[in-house]
């Protein structure tokens, strides 16, 4: 039978899938994507783009700028407030984005902080997938797949008429119920199923409740219902979320245009204001782990990895980095610049990641739940700020050095370039351009040295040709100057030091000092790291 041939097909078109195929796209890996929906979100959905996943997505030129002029054209901050309704005199408002607790962001990342909606940027996403030449196909399904050792063999539908596509790999981005995950029979765990939700997406004139140019996630608790409220939210519109329990016979047939009307006005205190509906839909909240993200040649990302519930905002982000971070591996292995095994540290190192996110947003939930209802639900973490770009990963792709911890958070407000660590924001100047450590990865491996580690400069250029790797030598203060007189504290390295850090941005290795053979260490560094 004929079929259509590609290195890796997607299945599912959020954030996940359409990062995973924008950024295979920008490294010239041709990918096929399907969704069976016949868009992108009309919802606003999640709403931000965390700052570690805006620097995943900030070297394909256009995107960062984009979403920039986005969130420009929205507001100028993002706050979470729990209230009865928009009216109450008694809100608490428990994150402000203004607050000096961020100000942190400014010296720890050169990537812009955006709040716009996951309809804009998934649009953006699809269009910049599509402008890089991946082969992006809405209003398709999965109907069948099957693999063996050497490949996915899948069948998609598409107006009614099959066809078949052979792929290497198969990245599973289909969302919370995940049919593909089901049938690999991948286990989970977690609090699982946490109830049903209508969005009600409707136009008011909302001055004097809220604030212009913000957009507000308002948490909602009074005698009619629980949900939560955003206002702000830059497609001309709010968006109403209201709980409701199948147990108890409710359904989404009950979420009439009166009854939405009606839930709008208890929601914002003003039982006459004008309102007009202009969608409703209704899905599943939940807190489902699976407990592994690789089986065989297919990859699980995005919510088919890790449901969360939306409290805290970071599932949409943990999205993001899950497609990117799947993007680089399987560059490097069907490139031939990685052995197979590599795909391993996939699963390694976002698995923790993941849980941990999901972990953090179920507190969340409880903490803003009535205290009737929370039981059961783990401790918020001490320091949510440190998630945002303190994690940390362990795997054959690093190697830890002796005495770590372990850990897998980090403080990013003392920046430490350990492995497994986010490399740290050093401005640096190249040929008059003020430019960040940060900017220099991405496209491949990066092996910064010391002024005086030009014999880890002379050993890159050898082990570059040797293994046939795409890897950038930087000496620091000869290519590149170091203004601020930060890297090596940051980077933790003396005299004739260097680290390698990996397309992420995350350290693999580093060597304090110089080394009497640098280029069978670096060898042996890189062989070790790739699963050469």
Known sequence: MEHERVPVLVVGGGYAGLSTAALLAWRQVPVMLVERHPSTSVQPKAFGVGPRAMELLRPVPGIEQTLKEIWAGIGEGTRIAIASTLSSPDARVIVDDSGAEFAFLDEATPASQVGAPQAEVERVLRAKAEELGADVRFGTELVSFDQDSDGVTAVIRADGVQSTVRADYLVAADGHRSPIRQLLGVPTTGKGDLGQMCSIMFEADLTGLVREREVTVWYLQNDVFTGVIVTGTGVGAHVLGVNYDTSLGESEDDFTEERCLE????????PGIDARILDRTTFSMGHVLAERYREGRVFLAGDAAHTMPPTGGQGGSTAIQDGCDLAWRLWLVISGQAGPAFLDTYDAERRPIGTLTANAQLANLGVR????????????????????????YHSTAILDEPGDDGSILDDARVPVGRPGNRAPHVVLDWDGQRISTVDLFASGFVLMAERQGKAWVEAGRLVRERLGIQLTRVLLDEELMDVEGRWQERYGVGEGGAVLVRPDGYVAWRSRGGDPDPAATLERVLRRVLSH
């Open 369 to 392: 739940m009535p205290p009737a209802q929370r039981t059961d639900y783990p401790e918020p973490l001490d320091d949510p700020l440190r998630a945002m770009l303190g994690c940390r």
């Open 263 to 270: 839930l709008v006005r208890t929601a914002t205190g003003v």
